[in-house]
């Protein structure tokens, strides 16, 4: 059974820092391009980082240069960190593993809350 559980989400004052991260179990962690992405209230599920198996990182163009995804194969978990928060940046942050382009499954995790408010 395929569990992606994020952790680290809260609420912060603009300007801060969150680490979020997400803890994989039941896939070959190492092949997955792993996701985070963001739901606003009212709004759309959005792209923020995806690392691929080699470790290339993309970002969402709102979130470069703030934020940074990394990936720990041997721990199976990949992370956010994001600094210099916004209001903009508040929403339910979902970690996905993508294995569609390798004929595998896409996965998602339950979701972590952002809050950012002062």
């Known amino acids: 059974q395929v569990q992606l559980v994020e952790s680290g989400g809260g609420l912060v004052q603009p300007g801060g820092s969150l680490r979020l991260s997400c803890a994989a179990s039941?896939?070959?962690?190492?092949?997955?391009?792993m996701g985070w992405f963001r739901q606003a209230p009212g709004k759309q599920r959005e792209l923020v980082a995806a690392?691929?198996?080699?470790?290339?990182?993309t970002y969402a163009d709102s979130v470069k240069g703030r934020f940074t995804i990394s990936r720990d194969n041997a721990e199976k978990t990949v992370y956010l960190q994001m600094n210099s928060l916004k209001p903009d940046d508040t929403a339910v942050y979902y970690c996905?593993?993508?294995?569609?382009?390798?004929?595998?499954?896409?996965?998602w995790g339950q979701g972590t809350q952002v809050t950012v408010s002062s």
């Open positions: 690392i691929t198996s080699s470790s290339s990182p």
């Open positions: 996905n593993a993508d294995g569609r382009t390798i004929k595998r499954g896409l996965y």
């Open positions: 039941g896939i070959i962690f190492g092949i997955y391009t």
